[in-house]
């Protein structure tokens, strides 16, 4: 074995070595215990002796059918496990699925079947033995591809029902984090599927390229703190109902016209403090009051300085119509919002 052999050995084994501890990391030392984190650590421990066989098959003498079987059949395990993973850190109160065996059964067939493998088939070059283990292997890969698609679209739901607008900074961290490990699980599956193809790139590259990626992720958890996190950080709140009642209000029944519409008349409105109600809007909105109100204001106005039909009203008349209850309010809100004057942005656009 040559020096860069020796080299990649020691670079693949170390990615393993360091998969394996974090691992530990999560299941013992980590004090704050969660079922997401016990999945993370399985899959970690799965994944190093996936990649324990590809190091072996790359530089070993004459390994095992049996061994490489069962090593590829850990995908059937792990491509479940990333689903429920992810659903872990985005679920409220996540428990495992009622018939979660059945998604193992692949693996369990797999793995079992492996014991079985002789090593004399191989030898002969027996056609249909080299068909049967090709399609078991295709199978394994689109498998594993399939759930590392469906652990994407997890993520993409979760992403759609909270916007970035309204997005805590722990519900940012996860789905960042999410995103990080899904990119790896791509990578590494890459890797594994060229090397397949007639050899595209050697087959050590896969063990390489897990080191990488476990590297970079165990430093983004760290830096995420996402092992303290899980599902519960997107549990709901009254403060979004809240504020899509307020929203309602002021969208919906154009409160926002009324000049004399105030924090007091809202919050009495949606049966709640002032002190609460601004603090909702502050925190959805990312605008104080005034402000949030003034948006719909500004954009009625403008569409009212737009209209053809309203060119021989007055500026006053206009900002009265849209909600406002002085003029010198009105071109204030109005060039704080766009920038120019109520009488310059209708000649612009009129004339």
């Not at 999945?39 to 990649?51: N, P, W």
């Not at 009254?238 to 105030?262: A, G, R, T, W, Y």
Request: aromatic share 14%; charged share 15%.
């Amino acid at each position: 074995m040559g020096f860069l052999d020796i080299l990649l050995v020691i670079v693949s084994s170390a990615g393993l070595l360091h998969g394996v501890a974090f691992a530990v990391y999560l299941c013992t030392i980590k004090k704050k215990k969660s079922l997401p984190n016990y999945l993370l650590a399985l899959i970690l421990i799965l994944m190093a002796f996936r990649i324990g066989k590809s190091v072996m098959l790359n530089f070993g003498d004459d390994l095992e059918p049996a061994f490489i079987f069962a090593g590829l059949a850990f995908l059937l395990c792990i491509g479940p496990l990333l689903r429920w993973y992810v659903a872990g850190m985005t679920s409220v109160n996540f428990t495992l699925p009622k018939f979660y065996l059945l998604e193992l059964l692949p693996f369990g067939l797999v793995f079992l079947s492996s014991f079985f493998i002789d090593k004399s088939w191989f030898e002969t070059n027996n056609k249909d033995v080299i068909i049967l283990f090709g399609s078991i292997l295709i199978f394994i890969y689109l498998h594993f591809a399939f759930y590392i698609f469906l652990a994407g679209g997890i993520r993409k739901k979760i992403r759609q029902e909270f916007p970035q607008e309204v997005r805590t900074k722990s519900q940012k961290a996860i789905l960042n984090w999410l995103l990080l490990l899904i990119i790896g699980f791509v990578i590494i599956w890459i890797s594994y599927v060229l090397n397949i193809i007639e050899d595209t790139v050697p087959y050590i590259v896969g063990p390489i390229m897990y080191s990488t990626v476990v590297y970079f992720l165990s430093f983004k958890a760290f830096q995420l703190k996402i092992t303290d996190l899980n599902g519960n950080s997107f549990k709901r709140n009254n403060n979004m109902e809240l504020f899509n009642q307020i929203s309602k209000h002021i969208e919906e029944d154009q409160l926002f016209l009324e000049p004399n519409v105030s924090l007091s008349s809202l919050s009495k409105l949606v049966n709640t403090s002032t002190q609460k109600t601004s603090e909702v809007i502050n925190q959805y909105a990312k605008q104080n009051f005034n402000d949030f109100i003034n948006q719909y204001r500004i954009q009625e106005a403008k569409q009212l300085l737009l209209d053809e039909s309203n060119k021989d009203f007055t500026i006053s008349s206009i900002a009265f119509d849209a909600g406002f209850s002085s003029l010198s309010s009105f071109n204030s809100a109005f060039k704080k919002f766009e920038g120019i004057t109520p009488s310059a942005f209708r000649k612009k656009h009129i004339g």
